[in-house]
């Protein structure tokens, strides 16, 4: 496809419920990038992969949150037993390049995570 | 961490005005980018622009990087110009690579 597709675009998960959360990068993008927006605020930085490797983990907010790229394309946000104050837009982002900080990064239409 | 404020909060035009949004960040930038969110919450990429001047249809940015601050202009504003704009930055050095946002500026055009 020709930009970062997110599925599924909307989820609402009973609190306790496990939640996965898929990102497509754009083909061939190096770097990807997790970021999380709660409401009336700018997105922030949850984890960061070059290829398959996890490089970044630091803005995950506890050990709930886990996220992978086995195979340096697909990634998957995993939330374990889900609370109330993980409800946030989830939004991945893919780059060109190896680190990102000097290229243009794309972003998908998120993934609206509601906890009941 | 790097600051980014971005002003003003809110913005309300009538069609057909011209605005200006501005970004000031804290610190050396080695990568600054302009979103627009749109209603449906996509980020859409405005302008990759640490540093200079870009131009894009009725969208142009300037950044002064040895200033810490970059401004976007938008020209006779439409209706689906609405939405928050955000600047986003990576701080330079080492290994910086997460874009740190600030807290948008949210414009209402009206017919």
């Known amino acids: 496809g020709a930009g970062v597709s997110q599925s599924p675009r909307y989820k609402v998960a009973k609190r306790g419920q496990d939640v996965a959360l898929r990102c497509d990068p754009i083909s061939g993008h190096v770097s990807l990038f997790w970021y999380q927006q709660a409401l009336g605020q700018g997105p922030e930085f949850l984890t960061y992969f070059q290829n398959e490797a996890q490089l970044d983990k630091s803005g995950l907010p506890s050990d709930r949150f886990f996220a992978e790229r086995p195979e340096g394309s697909v990634s998957t946000l995993k939330i374990q037993r889900t609370q109330q104050e993980d409800s946030a837009v989830y939004l991945c982002a893919s780059s060109l390049g190896p680190s990102g900080a000097t290229d243009t990064q794309y972003f998908g239409p998120g993934t609206r995570l509601t906890v009941l | 961490g790097i600051q980014v404020e971005q002003s003003p909060p809110d913005l309300i035009l009538q069609e057909g005005a011209n605005s200006t949004l501005r970004c000031n960040f804290s610190?050396?930038?080695?990568?600054l980018q302009w979103f627009h969110q749109n209603p449906w919450g996509q980020l859409i990429n405005l302008f990759y622009?640490?540093?200079g001047t870009k131009q894009n249809g009725r969208l142009s940015a300037t950044t002064v990087a040895t200033e810490r601050y970059s401004l976007l202009y938008i020209s006779s504003s439409q209706t689906t110009d609405s939405g928050v704009y955000f600047c986003?930055?990576?701080?330079?050095?080492?290994?910086?690579?997460?874009?740190?946002f600030g807290k948008g500026t949210l414009l209402t055009v009206n017919p």
């Open positions: 622009i640490p540093s």
């Open positions: 610190d050396s930038v080695n990568n």
């Open positions: 986003a930055v990576v701080r330079s050095g080492g290994s910086n690579y997460k874009l740190t």
